[in-house]
């Protein structure tokens, strides 16, 4: 079946300006997470949803980031305000259930603040 | 914070040849995963050990884990050009937030043809 998907692949924008980055997790997954890289940070976790609530905000980095899921399924990644050290590649991955479950990730999309 | 640590950071062999990569961790695991990732996109999930598992194969992938030591490592056999990539080492905590990875750094495998 279809793996995750991410859009936009890239996204190229100003500082200052929001974005919002959509993952499209595989179907019947009822768990998803958000992750990002960076060069100097490696991989972070940032957001964790089990169905539409997302128990774990822990790893977002600042209230700039906010998160949310409908319908079980599809999940925003909203980023107010981008600063240039937001850029990064920001991974998207999906689950059948919870705790320790094996995570499929999507492509990604590669943000870039100037 | 990350608490895998691979070891090495890069590592250059010829096609044919074996590759080991290592791993470290810090705390208490469920299990342990390693991953793929090609030019710096998504990540391919390869194997999945948990906790009371000492060895498992899939294809020419063997992993290992030694819990008394906190280290996991990573062999392919039989290595082919393909197989250049970032490999990662992800730990899923015992207890607590045990739904999260926490990555390590990666090790940078270039398979020469």
């Known amino acids: 079946g279809a793996g995750v998907s991410q859009s936009p692949s890239n996204k190229v924008t100003e500082k200052g300006k929001d974005v919002e980055l959509r993952c499209d997790p595989i179907?019947?997954?009822?768990?998803l997470y958000w992750y990002r890289q960076s060069l100097g940070q490696g991989l972070e976790f940032l957001i964790y949803?089990?169905?539409?609530?997302?128990?774990?905000k822990s790893g977002l980095p600042s209230d700039r980031f906010s998160a949310e899921r409908t319908g079980g399924s599809v999940s925003t990644l909203t980023i107010q305000r981008t600063q240039q050290e937001d850029s990064a590649v920001y991974l998207c991955?999906?689950?059948?259930?919870?705790?320790?479950?094996?995570?499929?990730f999507g492509p990604g999309t590669r943000l870039t603040v100037l | 914070s990350q608490q895998g640590e691979e070891d090495p950071q890069a590592l250059s062999i010829q096609e044919g040849e074996n590759a080991t990569m290592n791993c470290s961790y810090k705390?208490?695991?469920?299990?342990l995963q390693w991953y793929r990732q090609n030019s710096g996109r998504g990540l391919v999930h390869l194997i999945l050990?948990?906790?009371?598992?000492r060895e498992k194969h899939s294809g020419r992938l063997r992993v290992t884990l030694d819990t008394s030591k906190k280290s996991s490592s990573l062999l392919i056999t039989a290595s082919r050009a393909a197989d250049t990539a970032s490999y990662f080492c992800?730990?899923?905590?015992?207890?607590?937030?045990?739904?999260?990875?926490?990555f390590g750094k990666g090790t940078l495998l270039t398979v020469n043809p």
């Open positions: 991955a999906s689950s059948p259930g919870l705790a320790s479950d094996t995570q499929y």
């Open positions: 179907s019947g997954h009822t768990a």
């Open positions: 949803f089990q169905g539409n609530s997302a128990p774990d």
């Open positions: 705390t208490s695991i469920n299990n």
């Open positions: 050990i948990r906790s009371n598992e």
């Open positions: 992800a730990t899923v905590q015992l207890g607590g937030s045990n739904y999260k990875l926490t």
